[in-house]
């Protein structure tokens, strides 16, 4: 796929800074495969949009504070921003890191009382780091920040730390949230329950690499940044049993996705992902998809044009911009119902 086909006008003041007043205040544009024209509603109305008898599919990761400041013996700052644990402890991490000079190996940055950073050596683009502290998942827990994107431009604040987190997060290890699922809440996710929507979860540790701007114009030279994901043998059951059943599968957020789509494809229930989804990939699990509205020129609007398909896609998106409807992580949200099509037999 060409890069500029990802292309679109995109006013920066419909780039949500801050969450709606609730979660699932927001608004949602429904695509709709058997109507001519997309279709505006609200969050709330996922409940009754849903079919019956489907299987949404969340991602339970659990965004840590991976944001960690301080000085060097110099007085100059420097900002990590933790990525991947290294090992079991928790202790050695790989990180990208900020400051006005050069971080230089060896150096060890004051974050806190308890807790230092010494940068071991570089990884390429990032950094290996240790963090010097006496139980390091608590010193991150009392230390960081909130990862929250760079496009928002503003620190984080306390009331972050749980609006940047969905209600079911359940296994730390993200450095950005599984942004779709924002939006639900338990009442929501009950109302579901009752129309005899079930529910899984599996599991993708988002990464930074989820921002990165596609700088290339082929989409297939773009490298994508390697995120650890797990399908539990309980999550794979689901889908297995929805499957054969011919219920569909409705992903909440790229995420799940990507997950869902890695274990078809792999075969294997854990590991890394690079997976990039574009135009022209046969979908193995999922059928449809609740997400936000994703920057121009990024791997996430090609996965969903994958599924909803180009035109209609970008048809969408032009209502959506020209409505006012507010964009990305804390933005409002898209529907992509699924189409009647021959169920793919998950995985056993």
Do not use: C
Not at 74 to 93: I, K
Not at 193 to 222: E, I, S
Not at 252 to 267: D, I, K, M, P
């Amino acid at each position: 796929m060409r890069t500029d086909d990802l292309d679109f006008e995109l006013p920066a003041e419909l780039i949500a800074t801050e969450p709606p007043a609730e979660r699932d205040g927001g608004r949602l544009l429904v695509l709709d495969p058997g109507a001519p024209h997309a279709e505006h509603a609200a969050v709330r109305d996922l409940a009754a949009r849903i079919p019956a008898g489907a299987l949404l599919v969340v991602n339970d990761t659990k965004v840590i504070p991976a944001r960690l400041a301080g000085v060097k013996p110099s007085g100059g700052r420097v900002e990590f921003l933790l990525v991947r644990a290294l090992d079991a402890s928790h202790r050695r991490w790989e990180a990208l890191g900020r400051a006005s000079k050069p971080i230089r190996d060896g150096v060890v940055v004051r974050i806190g009382d308890g807790l230092d950073v010494r940068v071991l050596q570089r990884l390429g683009s990032m950094l290996e780091v240790e963090l010097l502290a006496d139980e390091p998942d608590v010193a991150i827990e009392e230390h960081g920040g909130v990862p929250l994107p760079p496009y928002m431009r503003r620190a984080p604040r306390p009331s972050d730390r749980e609006r940047y987190q969905t209600v079911y997060a359940a296994r730390p290890g993200a450095v950005a949230a599984p942004t779709a699922g924002l939006h639900l809440t338990t009442d929501l996710l009950d109302a579901l329950a009752a129309r005899g929507v079930t529910r899984t979860a599996v599991t993708l540790h988002v990464g930074p690499g989820t921002f990165a701007p596609v700088t290339v114009d082929d989409l297939d030279a773009h490298p994508m940044h390697p995120e650890w994901y797990e399908v539990t043998p309980e999550a794979a059951a689901a889908v297995g049993e929805a499957k054969r059943d011919g219920r569909p599968v409705v992903a909440v957020g790229t995420t799940v996705v990507r997950t869902l789509e890695s274990w078809a494809r792999s075969g294997s229930e854990r590991g890394e992902t690079r997976m990039l989804i574009q135009p022209g990939y046969e979908f193995a699990v999922v059928d449809g998809l609740v997400t936000n509205f994703h920057l121009p020129r990024s791997t996430l609007l090609a996965l969903v044009m994958a599924l909803g398909g180009v035109d209609r896609v970008r048809d969408a998106y032009r209502a959506a911009v020209a409505d006012r409807y507010r964009f990305f992580s804390y933005g409002d949200a898209m529907l992509l119902l699924p189409r009647a099509r021959t169920m793919v037999p998950a995985p056993r």
